[in-house]
């Protein structure tokens, strides 16, 4: 069975940082694409970024471009998401999924009508920036 589990998620103060964790087991990252997605209260999904298993290149949503960093650790089947200069409309449920490299999906993940090309996903990890 395909999974993906998500850790690092917490209460952090305004400006401070977290580092999410997005483990995969059944599958090999070199041939996944792993994005990272998050949903806040009464609002929809979105993409928040996008790491590549052909080169490793890197996307992200605009809200987030200059202070998250996605990385990855093949060799731990680990995907991270480097989170700095929190605010609070970064609160949400932190989501990481897959996708077959051959659908090229990082460059579409910020265009909601693409989420359900990604699968599986993760159970989400609640991160909430809070004074």
């Known amino acids: 069975q395909v999974q993906l589990v998500e850790s690092g998620g917490g209460l952090v103060q305004p400006g401070g940082s977290l580092r999410l964790s997005c483990a995969v087991s059944a599958f090999s990252l070199d041939y996944y694409a792993i994005g990272w997605f998050r949903q806040a209260p009464g609002k929809e999904r979105e993409g928040v970024s996008c790491?590549?298993?052909?080169?490793?290149?890197?996307n992200y949503a605009d809200s987030v471009k200059d202070r998250f960093t996605i990385s990855r650790d093949n060799s731990k089947d680990t995907v991270y998401l480097e989170m700095n200069s929190l605010k609070p409309e970064d609160t949400a449920v932190y989501y990481c999924?897959?996708?077959?490299?051959?659908?090229?999906?990082?460059?579409?993940?910020?265009?909601?009508?693409?989420?359900?090309?990604?699968?599986?996903w993760g159970q989400g990890t609640q991160v909430t920036v809070s004074s």
């Open positions: 999924a897959a996708g077959p490299a051959r659908w090229r999906l990082c460059e579409r993940f910020h265009t909601p009508g693409f989420f359900g090309l990604w699968d599986p």
């Open positions: 790491i590549s298993s052909s080169d490793g290149s890197t």
